[in-house]
């Protein structure tokens, strides 16, 4: 299972993002995790998927803001360990 963390810099919040993320990842199909607003402006989202590539396909749709308003400036993605997650959800 790969699993990854992403921060997402840019015009992400106010924007419909972690919505259109939510969206994106049950578009795609097999990804799972969590989405939220951090306090800096950021948006932050765990994802893990068994496919390579829908999860390569989901990390392609944020950097390219999945949101029609977003503009998405860097996505930092990183290899990560968390717990499983067996659906996709936008986190408060």
């Known amino acids: 299972?790969?699993?990854v963390r992403m921060l997402v810099s840019g015009r992400v919040q106010g924007v419909g993002f972690r919505y259109s993320t939510y969206a994106l990842a049950l578009e795609i199909g097999d990804i799972y995790g969590r989405v939220w607003n951090n306090d800096d402006g950021?948006?932050?989202?765990?994802?893990?998927?068994?496919d390579n590539s829908k999860m390569a396909a989901f990390i392609k749709g944020?950097?390219?803001?999945?949101?029609?308003?977003?503009?998405v400036?860097?996505?930092?993605?990183?290899?990560?360990?968390?717990?499983?997650?067996?659906?996709?959800?936008?986190?408060?």
Not at 62 to 71: D, E, H, L, M, T
Not at 73 to 92: Q, R
């Open 62 to 71: 944020v950097r390219q803001g999945p949101s029609q308003w977003a503009k």
């Open 42 to 50: 950021t948006v932050e989202i765990l994802a893990q998927s068994d």
């Open 73 to 92: 400036t860097y996505v930092d993605v990183k290899m990560d360990n968390f717990p499983d997650y067996h659906d996709f959800k936008i986190a408060n």
């Open 1 to 3: 299972m790969k699993k």
